[in-house]
């Protein structure tokens, strides 16, 4: 059984983070962390990591900055591997598993609060798109009038099907998660029964999707999604730079949401010129035009389009912890230097 590194407090509420592969995916870990704690000083970090990502921090001397370190094994070090089995790390009773790109944006008491009542949940929408896990391209319009979307439904006997958004997964209940994620991965083994594409085929993308696994395993199981989009109270909203004004440390986050859902979806358009045409042509009718400006909970930096932002604070932040790292150990080797007496205790 592989064994935890318990930095500081278990608690009853904790936050679950994971880093695997390329180092810079710890540092945009770490960076997370960092706006977390201007929020939230007393619900304790969890870091599942490789071997490889737990030497860097004892190296760099960060460990302090999560109070429990377990071991990640490689069969578990991917997007699938990993969302797939969060039932083998309930650290707490309540545990919110987080992705690395996330940047928190204020106080997390009221999400906890709501999140309280479920089992088990990922945040999401009652209903998906044509989109959701298939073709994103025009190729979508052959799923939709050859309804492959209802043939998926009909053969997997589903009478609806969630939109997920797994940067956010709550667990409280451990048999209930377990039946979600092992269900989950018995519908991605079956993935050529469906209609679902490869999110390795998208740009940037190297793995597998979980979320359209997971959202049929919660359809299948009739557990409910947390509601995604929420105005001020969303737990998260996607950074796109014309709809999110900020300052250099996202202390100070705003976000346009716009009011109509439809209208809201073209967000994640790559064409900026284009996106921005559709938000003034569909702004000249009625009700569509309506939005307000929210801070949510976390801002997710999900499209790849659009992570730079993150990247370079993500840096920022860890040359800082370097430089503090690295005063403060030349401090002990001073302090010892002085107190050679010390030493040979």
Same mark, same amino acid.
């Given at each position: ?155 997997? &006997?589903? *009478?609806?099907? /969630?939109?997920?958004? !797994?940067?956010? $997964?709550?667990? +409280? ?30 740009? &940037?993308? *190297?793995?597998? /999707?979980?979320?359209? !696994?997971?959202? $049929?395993?919660? +359809? ?126």
């Amino acid at each position: 059984m592989l064994k935890s590194i318990v930095q500081g407090k278990k608690g009853k509420e904790g936050y679950v983070y994971v880093s695997y592969g390329h180092p810079k995916y710890l540092k945009h870990t770490i960076a997370s962390v960092v706006t977390l704690r201007r929020h939230d000083k007393s619900r304790p970090v969890a870091l599942v990591c490789t071997d490889k990502h737990r030497k860097i921090l004892e190296e760099k001397n960060l460990e302090r900055i999560f109070d429990i370190i377990h071991p990640l094994p490689e069969e578990h070090a991917s997007i699938v591997g990993f969302k797939h089995n969060v039932h083998h790390y309930l650290f707490f009773e309540k545990n919110l598993f987080l992705d690395s790109d996330i940047v928190w944006c204020k106080n997390p008491n009221s999400l906890w609060s709501s999140l309280s009542p479920f089992e088990f949940t990922i945040t999401g929408k009652q209903i998906s798109d044509n989109f959701f896990g298939a073709s994103k391209g025009v190729s979508v319009l052959s799923d939709i009038l050859l309804r492959k979307r209802n043939k998926t439904l009909k053969k997997f &006997g589903l *009478t609806y099907l /969630s939109r997920v958004q !797994s940067g956010m $997964m709550y667990a +409280s209940d451990s048999d209930l998660t377990k039946k979600v994620c092992e269900l989950a991965a018995e519908m991605l083994s079956r993935k050529d029964e469906t209609h679902f594409k490869s999110r390795k085929m998208e740009k &940037g993308r *190297t793995m597998e /999707s979980c979320e359209w !696994s997971l959202a $049929m395993a919660m +359809s299948k199981l009739n557990v409910p999604t947390y509601p995604w989009l929420q105005g001020q109270n969303s737990p998260q909203l996607d950074y796109i730079s014309s709809l999110t004004e900020h300052d250099d440390d996202f202390e100070y986050v705003s976000c346009k949401f716009y009011c109509d859902d439809f209208v809201y979806s073209f967000r994640g358009l790559t064409w900026g010129w284009f996106r921005e045409s559709l938000f003034s042509v569909f702004s000249m009718f009625p009700r569509k035009g309506d939005y307000l400006m929210a801070t949510p909970y976390c801002l997710h930096f999900g499209w790849y389009h659009d992570k730079q932002p993150f990247f370079s604070f993500s840096e920022k932040c860890w040359n800082r912890l370097q430089a503090v790292s690295e005063a403060e150990l030349l401090m002990q080797k001073t302090v010892s230097s002085n107190n050679p007496a010390q030493d040979a205790v």
